[in-house]
T-cell receptor, first 116, second 113 residues
């Protein structure tokens, strides 16, 4: 039973193409995230949604657009792919406690994107 | 500006001995710290956390120590096992950004049998 799943696991595409990565969690969490791990292994937050509302939007090019159709899904669409977009993209989810703090984040297995 | 740093990219330890992984941070507003473990081709998995009101938290073989004055935390694994071989990331967050973790660049631990 996969808690946080991502599709596809690998994605190889040409520069200029548009692609999407999908993420689903079955943990009942209300908050989901997208992270990018670049070639230097630096894991950096890109976006976060709480109850389908965007709450974190880091300095990310407009070509990246997250979409949360419901609390269990957070997809990432990337337009006009560039060489520098090559990275591993991780989806994660967590739950907001009554105190306002968030529980630890659960990560998906990652999507390795290669732009040629 | 990297607010969370793991200055040792790799560490090798003999099975049965103690592994000590270190993490330094610069933002004094951080009040919650976590350690994640990552195997190849998998996502990071949560290991242990500590709030800034504590200086130690223990869970089985894993203990995290926090030194607020030095802005330093460490993860101790005793005894180390070959299955502990992985990349370990520390992460930090603040009250005002409890949903946002800042991750270090990771330390690759290799436990030698």
């Amino acid at each position: 039973d996969t808690a946080v799943s991502q599709t596809p696991k690998y994605l190889v595409t040409q520069m200029g193409n548009d692609k999407s990565i999908k993420c689903e969690q079955n943990l009942g969490h209300d908050t989901m995230y997208w992270y990018k791990q670049d070639s230097k292994k630096f894991l950096k937050i890109m976006f976060s949604y709480n109850n389908k509302e965007l709450i974190i939007n880091e300095t990310v090019p407009n070509r990246f657009s997250p979409k949360s159709p419901d609390k269990a899904h957070l997809n990432l669409h990337i337009n006009s792919l560039e060489l520098g977009d090559s990275a591993v993209y991780f989806c994660a989810s967590s739950h907001k406690r009554a105190s306002g703090r968030y529980n630890e984040q659960f990560f998906g297995p990652g999507t390795r994107l290669t732009v040629l | 500006d990297q607010q969370v740093k793991q200055n040792s990219p790799s560490l090798s330890v003999q099975e049965g001995r103690i592994s000590i992984l270190n993490c330094d941070y610069t933002n004094s507003m951080f009040d919650y710290f976590l350690w994640y473990k990552k195997y190849p081709a998998e996502g990071p998995t949560f290991l242990i956390s500590i709030s800034s009101i504590k200086d130690k938290n223990e869970d089985g073989r894993f203990t995290v120590f926090l030194n607020k004055s030095a802005k330093h935390l460490s993860l101790h694994i005793v005894p180390s096992q070959p299955g502990d071989s992985a990349v370990y990331f520390c992460a930090a967050s603040t009250i005002s950004g409890t949903y946002k973790y800042i991750f270090g660049t990771g330390t690759r631990l290799k436990v030698l049998a």
